[in-house]
């Protein structure tokens, strides 16, 4: 009996070994690993000054972080001209005064923001594997759901109101300008498709004229939000929601999106085209993750720093 079963055990604890290393390098080093990534956008209008834009995304914030509430408020120090927040900044029911600690420093300079899902409602415990199951049955969020029911509710309100009061502007499908340094940027959002809260018909109409530069931020990048800003010519697009597919393969890259865009285009800088238009797309990676899954592999967390360059 030794000799016919001691080498199948072995490799059965190996295979076990292996699997608890990697949940532990993935929930221990590098969920919590920020990075700042660093992109050139060449969308502004020829003579323009470049512009450095923050984005922030996918927080997700739970008491206790210290660690990401830190980094958060080092961003500070990057002196960006405006921060763009693309939501799901909570995680916790009560971590509002935690997140609003982190973001203190930046909310002093100018920003927008959207929310997402997670900003109205607290996170439910899911089989990972069902994101698979969705994206094979086309299914993701509302879109496609059942509607939800029992839905924990965040206490977004408190933090809506501390954005507004520090001058942030709330893009929740509307749209509003900043003046940063002479420059009168006009920005054009919406609330988050992944639960069917967008609605685009109150804001079509593409970039304002009389503005220096026009750009559109949403949470969750579908395909019907991407087609109609791209439709409507705006220059560039920044949304979050993916987290990068934070459970990704070595040298492949992401199973899913979580939404209905394809995978190649999961986080970082694309373009996206339709009807002979052509925008630019950044999706943020985001810098949390669901407190019931607290892992990321092949995917570390991030903020970008965006500069958006003349055209060439």
């Known amino acids: 009996m030794h000799a016919r079963y001691g080498t199948p055990l072995k490799v059965t604890a190996s295979i076990a070994a292996v699997g608890a290393a990697g949940v532990a390098y993935a929930a221990g080093f590098e969920a919590r690993s920020f990075r700042l990534r660093r992109i050139t956008v060449p969308v502004l209008p020829a003579g323009m000054r470049p512009l450095r834009v923050l984005q922030v995304s996918d927080i997700h914030m739970v008491g206790g972080q210290r660690k990401k509430r830190a980094w958060l408020q080092s961003l500070a120090g990057l002196r960006p001209d405006f921060v763009v927040n693309t939501g799901d900044n909570l995680s916790d029911t009560e971590g509002v005064p935690e997140l609003l600690d982190a973001l203190g420093p930046l909310m002093d300079f100018p920003g927008v ?7 109205y409602y607290g996170p439910r415990l899911r089989n990972p594997g069902r994101y698979l199951l969705e994206k094979v049955q086309g299914r993701h969020g509302l879109n496609g759901n059942k509607p939800v029911v029992g839905a924990v509710h965040n ?4 933090m809506r109101d501390a954005f507004d009061a520090a001058g942030w502007l709330n893009l929740t499908n ?3 300008r900043l003046k940063v340094n002479g420059v009168e940027l006009a920005f054009t959002g919406l609330d988050d498709p992944h639960i069917k809260r967008d609605r685009y018909e109150r804001v079509a109409g593409g970039p304002e004229a009389d503005a220096d530069f026009s750009l559109a931020v949403v949470h969750a990048p579908y395909l019907r939000v991407l087609e109609s800003f791209t439709a409507d010519r705006y220059p560039l697009i920044l949304a979050g929601h993916t987290h990068g597919g934070q459970l990704c393969i070595p040298f492949y890259g ?12 999961v986080k970082g800088l694309s ?3 339709t009807q002979g238009r052509r925008s630019y797309l950044h999706v943020s990676a985001g810098c949390g993750t669901n407190r019931f899954t607290p892992v990321r592999f092949a995917c570390p967390p991030e903020a970008t720093l965006l500069t958006l360059a003349p055209k060439a």
Not at 255 to 262: E, I
């Open 113 to 119: 923001y959207v929310f997402g899902s997670n900003d």
């Open 155 to 158: 206490p977004w309100e408190g």
């Open 174 to 176: 509307t749209r509003a």
């Open 254 to 265: 992401a199973l899913v999106t979580n939404c209905d865009l394809d995978t190649k285009r």
């Open 271 to 273: 373009t996206y085209e």
